[in-house]
Protein backbone atom coordinates (compact mmCIF):
# COMPACT_ATOMS: atom_id res chain seq x y z
CA UNK A 1 0.00 0.00 0.00
CA UNK A 2 1.16 3.39 -1.32
CA UNK A 3 2.04 5.65 1.69
CA UNK A 4 1.09 9.67 0.65
CA UNK A 5 2.75 12.60 2.31
CA UNK A 6 -0.40 14.71 2.51
CA UNK A 7 -2.03 15.17 6.33
CA UNK A 8 -2.59 19.05 6.67
CA UNK A 9 -1.59 20.80 9.59
CA UNK A 10 -4.81 20.69 10.75
CA UNK A 11 -4.79 17.12 11.50
CA UNK A 12 -5.87 16.52 15.30
CA UNK A 13 -3.44 14.09 17.16
CA UNK A 14 -3.70 12.32 20.41
CA UNK A 15 -1.29 13.56 23.31
CA UNK A 16 1.79 12.45 22.80
CA UNK A 17 1.28 12.38 18.89
CA UNK A 18 0.94 9.06 18.68
CA UNK A 19 -2.22 8.17 16.75
CA UNK A 20 -4.52 10.45 13.98
CA UNK A 21 -7.72 11.60 16.00
CA UNK A 22 -8.97 13.72 13.19
CA UNK A 23 -7.36 13.46 9.91
CA UNK A 24 -6.99 16.63 7.53
CA UNK A 25 -5.56 15.51 4.03
CA UNK A 26 -4.38 18.34 1.41
CA UNK A 27 -5.88 17.33 -1.91
CA UNK A 28 -3.64 18.30 -4.00
CA UNK A 29 -1.62 15.83 -2.51
CA UNK A 30 -3.78 13.07 -2.79
CA UNK A 31 -5.26 13.58 -5.84
CA UNK A 32 -4.01 10.69 -8.42
CA UNK A 33 -4.84 8.11 -5.14
CA UNK A 34 -7.88 5.75 -4.84
CA UNK A 35 -6.39 4.02 -1.98
CA UNK A 36 -3.35 5.04 -0.02
CA UNK A 37 -2.04 5.15 3.64
CA UNK A 38 -1.44 8.72 4.80
CA UNK A 39 2.32 9.10 6.25
CA UNK A 40 1.31 9.28 10.24
CA UNK A 41 -1.79 6.65 9.86
CA UNK A 42 -1.55 3.44 11.50
CA UNK A 43 -0.59 0.05 9.66
CA UNK A 44 -4.64 -1.14 9.90
CA UNK A 45 -5.77 2.33 8.71
CA UNK A 46 -5.83 3.71 4.99
CA UNK A 47 -8.02 6.23 2.71
CA UNK A 48 -9.66 5.26 -0.18
CA UNK A 49 -11.67 7.34 -2.46
CA UNK A 50 -15.36 7.58 -2.55
CA UNK A 51 -16.24 5.80 -6.13
CA UNK A 52 -14.07 2.90 -4.43
CA UNK A 53 -15.85 2.86 -0.73
CA UNK A 54 -19.27 3.35 -2.64
CA UNK A 55 -18.18 0.17 -4.61
CA UNK A 56 -17.26 -2.35 -1.40
CA UNK A 57 -20.67 -1.21 0.14
CA UNK A 58 -22.49 -2.29 -2.25
CA UNK A 59 -20.93 -5.79 -2.73
CA UNK A 60 -21.91 -5.65 1.54
CA UNK A 61 -18.23 -5.67 2.19
CA UNK A 62 -18.00 -6.66 6.23
CA UNK A 63 -15.47 -5.81 8.33
CA UNK A 64 -14.83 -2.08 7.05
CA UNK A 65 -15.19 1.09 9.19
CA UNK A 66 -15.79 4.29 7.69
CA UNK A 67 -14.69 7.21 9.23
CA UNK A 68 -15.46 10.99 7.61
CA UNK A 69 -11.85 12.96 7.20
CA UNK A 70 -11.71 16.59 6.38
CA UNK A 71 -9.69 17.98 2.70
CA UNK A 72 -8.10 21.18 2.18
CA UNK A 73 -7.76 21.95 -1.43
CA UNK A 74 -4.44 24.28 -0.70
Do not use: W
Request: glycine share 6%; aromatic share 6%.
Amino acid sequence: LEVVDCLHERTVYSKGQSAVIKPVITCRKARRQMFFRPLGFSNTMAVMHIDLVESLLRRKIRGLGLTDIGLVSE
